[in-house]
T-cell receptor
Framework: DVKVTQSSRYLVKRTGEKVFLECVQD?????MFWYRQDPGLGLRLIYF???????EKGDIPEGYSVSREKKERFSLILESASTNQTSMYLC???????????????FGPGTRLTVT | SQKIEQNSEALNIQEGKTATLTCNYT??????LQWYRQDPGRGPVFLLL?????KEKRKERLKVTFDTTLKQSLFHITASQPADSATYLC???????????FGTGTRLLVSP
């Protein structure tokens, strides 16, 4: 079974702090994604990566950065946390870049981040 | 503008009945569409994928249809059970590079 793990289930940080959210997948997947989920807005893509050291902006990248130094690990960084970044953060992975394969995404359990 | 719409109101049905959830989209031309289940406090779990050239897909008690003319997908759960209670998300591909756009989901409540 594919397993996607996230470093924390719950996190409370103060405004202005630098925050690191870690995600690890164990199935050698090429693609990894970071989403945030807010009531009424659904899942929104922050960044994704289709290879080591590669990253692409999603729909809402402002205020975030990412790092992918190893294939299995994808980190989301909030350089200076703000209260509007309070949200559920979900990491996902999928197998291949090949558009014809249409792979499903496997999600981690999520990190509920509160910024006070 | 581009939109994916799912009924934001919860769907309440009785055990044993068929649940039908709707996903409508505007200004997308997806090559495929996916459905996920999400339980409270957990990440979504993949259920089914249907391609643009497929009218219908089945998996056990689940059935998905995809009408590219109507720009709509229907998700059916037959013989529903209380354990089917969850939020169901539809997602379609955007740009074709494994990048999905998700609807906001519909909450399904199946009562005994």
């Amino acid at each position: 079974d594919v397993k996607v793990t996230q470093s924390s289930r719950y996190l409370v940080k103060r405004t202005g702090e630098k925050v690191f959210l870690e995600c690890v997948q164990d199935m050698d997947h090429e693609n990894m994604f970071w989403y945030r989920q807010d009531p009424g807005l659904g899942l929104r893509l922050i960044y994704f990566s289709y290879d080591v050291k590669m990253k692409e902006k999603g729909d809402i990248p402002e205020g975030y950065s990412v790092s992918r130094e190893k294939k299995e690990r994808f980190s989301l960084i909030l350089e200076s946390a703000s209260t509007n970044q309070t949200s559920m953060y979900l990491c996902a992975s999928s197998h291949s870049l090949n558009p014809s394969l249409r792979d499903e995404q496997y999600f981690g359990p999520g990190t509920r981040l509160t910024v006070t | 503008s581009q939109k994916i719409e799912q009924n934001s109101e919860a769907l309440n049905i009785q055990e044993g009945k068929t649940a039908t959830l709707t996903c409508n989209y505007t200004n997308y031309s997806p090559a495929y569409l996916q459905w996920y289940r999400q339980d409270p406090g957990r990440g979504p779990v993949f259920l089914l994928l249907i391609r643009e050239n497929e009218k219908e897909k089945r998996k056990e008690r689940l059935k998905v249809t995809f009408d590219t003319t109507l720009k709509q997908s229907l998700f059916h759960i037959t013989a529903s059970q209380p354990a089917d209670s969850a939020t169901y998300l539809c997602a379609l591909d955007d740009t074709g590079f494994q990048k999905l756009v998700f609807g906001t989901g519909t909450r399904l409540l199946v009562s005994p």
